[in-house]
């Protein structure tokens, strides 16, 4: 388990490092992360390496017993590479040149950030490699944070067009075929002819705009690749991370895929940044947790974890005294294994002016620094429950295309997609019960329950794999505008909606429309919802049932014949189909009797109190976060504000058990 701090000696005077150190190993700490944003440091001119400044930093690092995590410094490229090539600077949509002076300023596709970055990263790796005090390396920073994952300079352009003469053999025709180019005619002769999507009237061909989030997202994989083969090639057995911002789900980069290039994922957790009133809902916390474990299906690194307010220009919210330490406890509980906090010192000069840190610019050692330093004490207790497997029942299930598609196309001001992903979540969340988010093509092994909400694209591996665990015995849930359009973003002649998946839900969708706000809907239940009323929104697909059962049927005057919500068997399991976004009642409870067929367990807590269990059959630990500003009394115990609880405790001693290892079931 590696517990310590993002590191920028760089920024300081020298006189300071012995102090530094000494400091941060007071602080509990066992690695520092360094080196991630000191390209001029490394290479002052082109060719002109010196390694000199960090090796001093890491040698002293051993001295005291601190190991390193060494950063490749490419996310911010020195001034002398802008001015001497400074086309490789990425453009904004209407063509204008970002400027030297930010970071991620390099546009993906341009050679010279491949050229320069394989120098730098070549001799630090080199220089380096023996250094056994180096226990990973991470590559860049944040890939396509920060609106970096999308350039419209002319490489790109012409990048983009390689990569559709590639997709499609050569053939002009096919790609004017497939997008339906004759539709206001926009047919093709050649390939150097496709424009990029920029703003043009009304808008661009939804088939285009798709291979262009594509193509956005295989700029970013292939640099990531690049990186982390490289430093492979050099270090044979380096353990190769990445640190991923939040908001993955909205990138233009398909963040599972740079992770499979990975040993490790890491993830930058703010739970509140700049500007904001208050931190993110500890529901939303978890979700981005869980989605970060769900890259690689395993435990992940916390690389910047947070304990003073943050933010560039706008600062906001200070976490309370003991919500940081929650929100760190949070973390390792929903799985992760290492964690360092963001960072040692706030800076007093440069962009992060406002992002404090464990210690101030004043250098004191106030209640932040004691607060990270219980923390490292009391959680390396607990590192060999920490350190085994999340276990999950359930899986939420999201595709990079779909969500592109919706960008493209959003069909409903209503809709979004990661916000209908995030009520599925929530319902777990509140009812302490274990769940993975993880991207579509996941091994389902070992899950229960599959949710797909708004699966736009329908891919034959994915829906095969699909009808696969439902007649095993899984349930699958899936949603309102699902499985409606092809792989190329097209709808489909002749085909019911869901496309090629109508016999397995045991429905097909004779009518859609969109909603807005304030036109929601009432929901009768029918069979074991008889009596159970409630309302929807959204969207709704009028469902004809071709031998699924009937739960809800909309009430309204027009549509009472369709189907709202449908269960049909198939196979072992049965798959469930949400014709329309549920009230949250409703969906508690549609999503109660689905955990009780599949036994799975959950276990009540007051609202803002999360319960989390980890470690083995034989062993295991309850983690019980207060998330209140209050008081709250839970099971005759009273847990102060911000209370994090950790109870060891024997399986068997869990009240009535547990049929589910590391459910949480009481």
Same mark, same amino acid.
């Given at each position: 388990?590696?517990?310590?701090?993002?590191?920028?000696?760089?920024?300081?005077?020298?006189?300071?490092?012995?102090?530094?150190?000494?400091?941060?190993?007071?602080?509990?700490?066992?690695?520092?992360?360094?080196?991630?944003?000191?390209?001029?440091?490394?290479?002052?001119?082109?060719?002109?390496?010196?390694?000199?400044?960090?090796?001093?930093?890491?040698?002293?690092?051993?001295?005291?017993?601190?190991?390193?995590?060494?950063?490749?410094?490419?996310?911010?490229?020195?001034?002398? =590479?802008?001015?001497?090539?400074?086309?490789?600077?990425?453009? #904004?949509?209407?063509?204008?040149?970002?400027?030297?002076?930010?970071?991620?300023? +390099?546009?993906?596709?341009?050679?010279?950030?491949?050229?320069?970055?394989?120098?730098?990263?070549?001799?630090?790796?080199?220089?380096? $490699?023996?250094?056994?005090?180096?226990?990973?390396?991470?590559?860049?920073?944040?890939?396509?944070?920060?609106?970096?994952?999308?350039?419209?300079?002319? /490489?790109?352009?012409?990048?983009?067009?390689?990569?559709?003469?590639?997709?499609?053999?050569?053939?002009?025709?096919?790609?004017?075929?497939?997008?339906?180019?004759?539709?206001?005619?926009?047919?093709?002769?050649?390939?150097?002819?496709?424009?990029?999507?920029?703003?043009?009237?009304?808008? +661009?061909? @939804? #088939?285009?705009?798709?291979?262009?989030?594509?193509?956005? #997202?295989?700029?970013?994989?292939?640099?990531?690749?690049?990186?982390?083969?490289?430093?492979?090639?050099?270090?044979?057995?380096?353990?190769?991370?990445?640190?991923?911002?939040?908001?993955?789900?909205?990138? +233009?980069?398909?963040?599972?895929?740079?992770?499979?290039?990975?040993?490790?994922?890491?993830?930058?957790?703010?739970?509140?940044?700049?500007?904001?009133? &208050?931190?993110?809902? @500890?529901?939303?916390?978890?979700?981005? =947790?869980?989605?970060?474990?769900?890259?690689?299906?395993?435990?992940?690194?916390?690389?910047?974890?947070?304990?003073?307010?943050?933010?560039?220009?706008?600062?906001?919210?200070? @976490?309370?005294?003991?919500?940081?330490?929650?929100?760190?406890?949070?973390?390792?509980?929903?799985?992760?294994?290492?964690?360092?906090?963001?960072?040692?010192?706030?800076?007093?000069?440069?962009?992060?002016?406002?992002?404090?840190?464990?210690?101030?610019?004043?250098?004191?050692? /106030?209640?932040?620094?004691?607060?990270?330093?219980?923390?490292?004490?009391?959680?390396?207790?607990?590192?060999?429950?920490?350190?085994?497997?999340?276990?999950?029942?359930?899986?939420?299930?999201?595709?990079?295309?779909?969500?592109?598609?919706?960008?493209?196309?959003?069909?409903?001001?209503?809709?979004?997609?990661?916000?209908?992903?995030?009520?599925?979540?929530?319902?777990?969340?509140?009812?302490?019960?274990?769940?993975?988010?993880?991207?579509?093509?996941?091994?389902?092994?070992?899950?229960?329950?599959?949710?797909?909400?708004?699966?736009?694209?329908?891919?034959?591996?994915?829906?095969? &794999?699909?009808?696969?665990?439902?007649?095993?015995?899984?349930?699958?849930?899936?949603?309102?505008?699902?499985?409606? $359009?092809?792989?190329?973003?097209?709808?489909?002649?002749? $085909?019911?909606?869901?496309?090629?998946?109508?016999?397995?839900?045991?429905?097909?969708?004779?009518?859609?429309?969109?909603?807005?706000?304030?036109?929601?809907?009432?929901?009768?239940?029918?069979?074991?919802?008889?009596?159970?009323?409630?309302?929807?929104?959204?969207?709704?697909?009028?469902?004809?049932?071709?031998?699924?059962?009937?739960?809800?049927?909309?009430?309204?005057?027009?549509?009472?014949?369709?189907?709202?919500?449908?269960?049909?068997?198939?196979?072992?399991?049965?798959?469930?189909?949400?014709?329309?976004?549920?009230? &949250?009642?409703? =969906?508690?409870?549609?999503?109660?009797?689905?955990? &009780?067929?599949?036994?799975?367990?959950?276990?009540?807590?007051?609202?803002?109190?999360?319960?989390?269990?980890? *470690?083995?059959?034989?062993?295991?630990?309850?983690?019980?976060?207060?998330?209140?500003?209050?008081?709250?009394?839970?099971?005759?115990?009273?847990?102060? @504000?911000?209370?994090? /609880?950790?109870?060891?405790?024997?399986?068997?001693?869990?009240?009535?058990?547990?049929?589910?290892?590391?459910? *949480?079931?009481?």
């Amino acid at each position: 388990m590696w517990l310590g701090v993002d590191y920028y000696p760089e920024q300081w005077e020298d006189s300071l490092l012995d102090q530094d150190l000494d400091t941060i190993c007071e602080l509990g700490c066992n690695v520092i992360r360094i080196g991630e944003f000191a390209w001029h440091r490394m290479e002052r001119s082109e060719g002109a390496y010196d390694f000199s400044y960090f090796d001093r930093v890491v040698e002293k690092a051993r001295e005291k017993g601190l190991a390193v995590i060494m950063g490749t410094p490419t996310a911010a490229i020195p001034s002398w =590479l802008a001015k001497k090539h400074p086309e490789i600077l990425s453009e #904004s949509e209407n063509g204008q040149r970002r400027v030297f002076g930010g970071r991620h300023v +390099h546009c993906f596709n341009n050679p010279y950030i491949y050229e320069y970055s394989e120098k730098i990263i070549r001799a630090q790796a080199e220089h380096f $490699k023996g250094e056994k005090g180096i226990v990973a390396w991470q590559i860049d920073n944040e890939l396509g944070h920060e609106g970096s994952d999308l350039c419209w300079c002319p /490489r790109c352009h012409k990048a983009f067009q390689e990569f559709l003469r590639e997709k499609f053999r050569g053939d002009i025709g096919l790609l004017n075929e497939t997008y339906g180019t004759a539709f206001w005619s926009q047919e093709y002769n050649d390939f150097d002819e496709i424009p990029m999507p920029r703003e043009t009237i009304t808008t +661009h061909n @939804p #088939s285009l705009r798709l291979d262009w989030e594509r193509f956005r #997202s295989e700029s970013i994989v292939k640099f990531a690749r690049f990186q982390a083969e490289l430093l492979r090639e050099i270090i044979p057995g380096a353990v190769v991370l990445h640190d991923f911002p939040g908001g993955g789900l909205g990138k +233009h980069v398909d963040y599972s895929r740079v992770a499979k290039e990975l040993d490790r994922a890491a993830y930058n957790n703010y739970p509140v940044w700049g500007g904001q009133r &208050e931190p993110l809902p @500890p529901n939303e916390i978890a979700f981005g =947790l869980d989605y970060i474990r769900g890259l690689r299906q395993e435990n992940f690194w916390i690389t910047e974890a947070i304990l003073g307010a943050q933010g560039h220009d706008v600062t906001g919210y200070a @976490p309370r005294p003991g919500q940081a330490r929650l929100w760190s406890w949070q973390g390792m509980a929903r799985g992760c294994e290492s964690l360092l906090y963001f960072r040692y010192r706030g800076a007093l000069k440069g962009a992060e002016q406002f992002c404090y840190g464990i210690l101030d610019g004043d250098n004191v050692k /106030r209640r932040k620094f004691y607060e990270a330093q219980k923390f490292f004490r009391e959680v390396q207790e607990y590192q060999h429950a920490l350190e085994t497997p999340v276990k999950s029942q359930a899986a939420i299930v999201y595709d990079y295309d779909s969500l592109a598609a919706f960008r493209i196309q959003r069909q409903s001001p209503m809709l979004d997609c990661e916000k209908e992903m995030k009520w599925f979540h929530k319902i777990f969340y509140d009812g302490n019960v274990p769940v993975d988010v993880i991207p579509a093509g996941s091994d389902l092994l070992g899950y229960r329950v599959v949710i797909l909400p708004v699966m736009i694209i329908a891919r034959p591996d994915i829906q095969k &794999e699909i009808r696969r665990f439902a007649e095993n015995g899984g349930t699958v849930i899936i949603t309102f505008r699902t499985f409606v $359009k092809d792989e190329d973003n097209n709808l489909v002649f002749g $085909k019911k909606i869901p496309l090629d998946f109508q016999d397995a839900a045991g429905v097909c969708v004779a009518e859609t429309e969109s909603l807005q706000e304030g036109q929601e809907f009432p929901l009768e239940g029918e069979g074991r919802y008889a009596g159970v009323n409630g309302h929807g929104g959204i969207f709704r697909d009028m469902l004809e049932t071709e031998g699924a059962e009937v739960l809800f049927h909309y009430q309204d005057a027009f549509y009472r014949e369709y189907g709202a919500v449908t269960r049909k068997q198939c196979g072992k399991g049965s798959i469930y189909y949400l014709g329309c976004g549920l009230e &949250e009642e409703l =969906l508690r409870q549609v999503m109660a009797k689905i955990w &009780e067929e599949q036994g799975i367990c959950c276990e009540e807590s007051p609202e803002g109190v999360e319960i989390v269990y980890r *470690g083995s059959k034989d062993h295991r630990i309850r983690i019980t976060l207060n998330h209140n500003a209050r008081e709250v009394e839970m099971d005759g115990v009273v847990l102060a @504000p911000f209370e994090c /609880r950790i109870e060891e405790e024997q399986e068997d001693s869990a009240k009535g058990g547990s049929p589910i290892a590391g459910s *949480g079931c009481r």
